[in-house]
């Protein structure tokens, strides 16, 4: 059994922060890439930021230069600090993972974190 567990979302003014955390617990051998989605206006999981086990980050276009995803392998952690934020941020964030157990690799969801922004 493989978990994701999202906290940190809260209600912040425009132009706050928050910093969002992700921890992968259960049968972990090694966790790959690691990423935070939001839902979309069509109820879809868009793709915000990515890292891969060695660090190597990716951005959707619309936070780049405001949010920065980071993680500690220590940990099985990832965090998303999100800078400068906007009411379009407002959404439900998803931490996402690749992760190898005793028996196989799968992608795993955790249920989500609630962002509010507030104009």
């Known amino acids: 059994q493989v978990q994701l567990v999202e906290s940190g979302g809260g209600l912040v003014q425009a132009g706050g922060s928050l910093r969002l955390s992700c921890v992968a617990s259960?049968?972990?051998?090694?966790?790959?890439?690691m990423g935070w989605y939001r839902r979309g206006p069509g109820n879809q999981r868009d793709l915000v930021a990515s890292i891969t086990i060695g660090g190597r980050t990716n951005y959707t276009d619309s936070v780049k230069g405001r949010f920065t995803i980071s993680r500690d392998n220590a940990k099985n952690t990832v965090y998303l600090q999100m800078n400068s934020l906007m009411p379009e941020d407002t959404s439900v964030y998803y931490c996402n993972a690749d992760i190898r157990s005793s028996y196989y690799t799968r992608n795993y969801w955790g249920l989500g974190t609630q962002v509010t922004v507030s104009s």
């Open positions: 259960g049968n972990i051998r090694v966790i790959n890439a």
